[in-house]
Every structure is written in C-alpha cells, then in structure tokens.
C-alpha cells in the first residue's frame, strides 16, 4: 500500500521535475538569446531558472532514492553473504531515515518561519520566500515517505532476495541508470 | 596533531557509515549532525536547512542539469558508434588503431559529456565487441575503455570539476577552460601506453589491411562535426565571455536535443527516459553537495582543515612533497571510494592547506579531476570497471582489472607532469583574463 502510494507520488514528482528541468533550459537559452542578439537581457531569467531548481531537486530527491540514484560505496555490502547484506541494507535505510528527520525538520522550521516573516528574498524579482521554501518539507517528506517503504520492503523480504543485485536491463536503462550515481 | 586525530576520528566514523551502503550523502550529513550535537551549540543544527535552501537556489548549480541533460541526451543517440567508426576510418593502418581510436572518440565524447560513465558506456559497448570481433585481446579492448572513458571528466564539460568548483568557490570557467590542454595531453598519453603494449606484443592488436577510399573517410565525419561543433560551442562561448557556464550548459543541452532529434533519437519514451536521468542525478548531486558541505561546516567550526593545514605547512618539507603525500593519499583511498566521495569528503579538508602552500586551486582542480580518474580504473571499487561489467556482455572482471591498471601509470605521469610544470593547466586560463 504505502509502496504503491510513493511510486505513484514519485513518478509524479519525476514528472513535475522533468519538465522544470526544460524549462530552466528555456528560461536560459531565451535570456541568452535576448542578450546577444537584441542587447536586451531579462531582469528575471536569472532569479526565476534559481528558484526553478529549488522545485527541481525537492522534487526530484525521493525519485532518486526510490531509483538508487544516490550515490554509495556499496563494496562491502555487496560482498557479504546474503543474510548479512540484508541487515546492511536495513540499516543503511535506517541512516537515510534518520538524516531524513533531521532535514525535514530543520527544513520545516525553516519554512515556517518563512511564512511568519512572510519576507523577500533578497533578488531582483520579487518572490517571497514562502513561495519557494513549501517545496523544501513536501519534497523530503516524500524522501522520508519513500525510504520507510524501502525500508519495510527489505524488513519483509527474505535473504534469498539479497543474493545478487539484478542486472537485467536494456543498454539504453543501463547507460540512464550508470549517469546517475556515477560522475 | 590534535587536528589529524580528529581527522582520523571523522574518516573512520564515516567509513563505518559507508560500509553499511548509504548514500555518501546521508553519511556524510549524518556526521555532520552527530558532530554538531558532540561539539557544537545544538543550534548549530539549523545550518543543514541553510545549505540545503541556499544549494538548490544557487545559479552555480543550475549548470548542474544542464550539462547532465547534454551527456543524457547525446548518448541516447547513436553519436557514440559514429564517433568510434570515424576514429576507426582515419586512424587506418596504425599500430593499436581501434584502441586509440576508442580514446580519441572518448575524447571527443568527453567534449559534450562531463560524466566518465557515461562516456565508458556509450563508446565501450560498441567499441569493445568491435575491437574483440577484430582479434584485440580482451585485456587491451576493456582496459583501453575504462580508462578513455575517464577522460569524460577532465576535457570540459566536467561534472566533478563543478562539484569542486562549488565546494572551493573556485570558477568553474576557470576549471573548464584549464582541462582542456591536460585533457588533450592524457589522451595522447593513453594512446602512447597502447602503442607501447602492441609494441611488446603485437599479437594484441591486429593491424587492420583493408584500405579505405578517400570519399569513406569524409563521409564517417557526418556525425564528429555536429559533436566537435557542439564541444567548441560550450567551451568557446565561456572561452569568449559570450555566456557563463550556465548558460554554456543550455546552449549544449539545446543543441544535443537538436542533435538527437535530427539523427532520430528522440521519441517521446526516450525523451521522458532522458529527462528522468537528468533531475534524478541532479537531485543526487545537490544532495551531495548538501551533505558535504554540511560534515565540512562541522569540521570547519572545530578547525580540523585549518589545523591539518598548519601542520602541514610547518612541517619541515618542501610542498611538492606534502602535494605528493596528498595525491598519494588520494590514490588510496580513491581504491575504495566512488570518485564523489573523494571529493565531498577530502576537498574541504586539503584544500585550505594546499592554498596556504601557494598552489592555484584552479591547478589543483585539475590534479583532483585527474586523481579521479585514477580512481574510476582502481580496483576493487573503480566505477568505470563495473559499468563495462555491465555494458559488455560477457565482460570479465579479472580482464577489466588486468587491463585497466596499466593505465594508471599515465594517469600518474600526468599528475607528475601537472606538479612540475603547473602552466600546463593554468596558461589557457590565464590568457582568457
């Protein structure tokens, strides 16, 4: 239950998130056209693709753990028998989680004394900070979400689950899936 | 010395949380909080908020998407063989062609892709079975790959380099610019120690008989020129001052989506597929930074880097040698950590001692790229060994290793290179002031 509700709110934000992405490209290449050609730069492309990426990576944080995108040194893990490997990855579930309540705590406090200041931020355009800092706890929040499911999904499965990492893909998954968590 | 037990305190507490396999971010966020509650005013807590707030609205990293956009979408197209078949055609009748062939189409890949698994996988899944079905030894034909694909991150755009840059504060301009003559230099390097192993064994690498017509080799230049257009585009408009590196990013993004439209590529599937890829690395890569940034404010307020970095400029040695300790240290430690955890974790440790030393940090941007690379061909954790394990059916690990570490051994030399004559790195920057 809990895994289905964050795949479908991941797959959401995956979307939401792609197509900010796009448009940060096009708020850019608009600006940067609009400066050479016709000498007339926009007083908000700058501040405007800044505040996009703020909604890029809240939303785009849990999609990321849910693919395994983040990157970990999985060396030890990955050659422990599985019994092992499967109290490892719990564990490790356990410090996302933990890291996790800290963020969206000091995330959240944040926010809210955002909306009490009901402040500015300090930019040329004028956004208020509350407009940009409610993505902050609703995008951790998802994380927190999405690593609990994670977590209950390694709790229920035996160690048989934890006897090889699969590697069945496509070329085409297997290049998206080694740009992430690679540089 | 205080400062170095610390230090010792800090690496071992988060190697103990990596091994378990979380995210180096968490790791290292979540030593940053046990730090704070240890040591600091329990207020301290709230700056993990200020970082992660101040991070994802900084304009530095919307480059971030921007160049991981371009490497996604040009490898979604079949620009990769194109690049291969074209080096294959020119460089003919040379001894080892197909495996300098792979370099130099790494190379040219690098110019529009900042990620070295990436640049591994798309020109190592066609280039290797090519070079194995033409009589290459396996060793040679996987080696050759993993390490060519390592030079997706020194020739610009870089991902790590931003990485660095925004940890440092350094011009990611300034670190584009000043990869690109090393890069260049590893290359010829690379292909050097492969005419140097098909010297000692030529049975290695069969040279090729078959000679090509004139009209053949201009035509398997169809697909370089929109990608070396593409590469000069981004580095030439930052070069010129025309565009930051920001807006150099969307240029290059543009224009790979362009690219890959033209050749095909770009069916709605696969467009959905490149923009996931896309946000999720830059959701990891922020966090990362959020993470690193975070354990390095910790370690900033109990003043273990300024610590370790007055013990090391008092200590009785010349700098090269502490640079040599350093870069050694790397390469340990690069063994068993992913290329990312290097940076996050080591950076802001060294870095204020190697500036006290009166090193450029653009320079020793370029040297920390180039022990990365190392580390991307170190076994056991070398990223670049796994993806070929993944991407070449049939690949054997003990053949990517065997391979790969002779390879090393220029990577090195040019580390050695940049520590004598660091105007290697920094004249092209220079001369753009």
């Known amino acids: ?183 | 010395m205080e400062a170095l037990g610390e230090l010792s305190i800090f690496l071992v507490a988060l190697l103990v949380l990596l091994a378990t396999g979380a995210p180096v971010a968490v790791a290292t966020g979540l030593i940053g909080v046990i730090g704070v509650y240890m040591f600091l005013p329990p207020a301290a807590i709230s700056q993990v908020a200020n970082i992660t707030f101040t991070q994802s609205s900084n304009f530095v990293l919307v480059v971030v998407p921007l160049f991981v956009l371009m490497g996604e979408a040009l490898a979604a197209t079949g620009i990769g063989r194109d690049l291969f078949t074209a080096m294959q055609i020119w460089l003919g009748r040379l001894p080892g062609a197909l495996a300098i062939g792979t370099v130099f189409a790494c190379a040219c890949f690098g110019a529009v892709c900042g990620s070295s698994p990436v640049t591994a996988a798309t020109i190592g899944s066609m280039a290797v079975p090519e070079m194995i079905r033409k009589g290459y030894a396996k060793t040679l034909a996987l080696g050759v790959t993993a390490a060519g694909g390592t030079l997706g991150i020194l020739i610009p755009p870089s991902i790590p380099m931003i990485l660095y840059g925004v940890i440092t504060e350094t011009s990611i301009g300034d670190l584009f610019i000043a990869g690109i003559v090393p890069g260049i230099i590893m290359a010829v390097l690379l292909s050097i120690t492969v005419l140097f192993q098909v010297w000692r064994d030529p049975s290695i690498a069969p040279r090729a008989t078959a000679e090509l017509a004139a009209r053949e080799r201009y035509t398997s230049l169809k697909s370089v020129i929109p990608v070396m257009a593409l590469g000069l585009m981004v580095i030439g408009s930052i070069y010129t001052g025309v565009a930051t590196p920001t807006e150099a990013g969307a240029v290059g993004a543009l224009g790979s989506l362009a690219v890959a439209a033209f050749l095909g590529s770009l069916k709605p599937p696969v467009i959905a597929r490149i923009f996931a890829g896309t946000v999720r690395t830059t959701a990891m890569f922020v966090l990362l930074i959020v993470g690193g940034l975070f354990s390095a404010f910790v370690l900033a307020r109990l003043g273990i880097p300024q610590g370790t970095a007055k013990l090391l400029v008092e200590m009785n040695i010349p700098p090269w040698a502490i640079l040599v300790m350093i870069n050694l240290l790397l390469m340990v430690l690069g063994m068993f950590m992913d290329p990312m955890s290097l940076l996050v974790i080591i950076v802001p440790v060294f870095f204020p001692a190697v500036t006290a030393l009166g090193y450029d940090p653009v320079w020793f941007g370029v040297v920390i790229t180039i022990n990365i690379e190392i580390a991307a061909i170190s076994p056991p954790v070398g990223f670049n060994l796994f993806v070929l394990k993944t991407v070449i059916p049939g690949a054997e690990m003990k053949d990517i290793v065997m391979g790969s570490l002779i390879f090393i051994i220029p990577l090195a030399l040019g580390i050695i290179g940049l520590i004598a004559f660091p105007d290697i790195a920094l004249w092209l920057p220079r001369m753009m002031r």
Request: charged share 15%; aromatic share 14%; net charge neutral.
């Open chain 1, 1 to 183: 239950m809990l895994e289905r509700l964050t795949r479908r709110i991941n797959r959401v934000f995956l979307i939401i998130s792609g197509w900010l992405a796009a448009a940060i490209l096009a708020i850019i290449t608009y600006d940067l056209v609009l400066r050479n050609v016709f000498d007339a730069p926009t007083t908000w492309a700058l501040d405007t693709s800044r505040f996009m990426m703020v909604y890029v990576f809240f939303f785009a944080l849990a999609p990321a753990l849910e693919a395994g995108a983040h990157v970990s040194v999985d060396i030890f893990e990955q050659n422990m028998p599985p019994k092992v490997r499967r109290w490892l990855q719990i564990l490790s579930m356990l410090f996302v989680m933990t890291f996790g309540a800290f963020l969206f705590w000091q995330v959240t406090r944040s926010t809210v004394e955002a909306f009490q200041d009901d402040s500015l931020f300090p930019t040329f355009i004028q956004v208020k900070l509350k407009e940009v800092y409610w993505i902050g706890p609703v995008g951790v929040a998802e994380f927190l979400l999405t690593a609990l499911s994670m977590l209950l999904a390694r709790w229920r499965s035996g160690p048989e689950a934890f006897a090889r990492a699969p590697l069945a893909m496509s070329p085409q998954e297997r290049t998206t899936t080694l740009s992430e968590g690679g540089v």
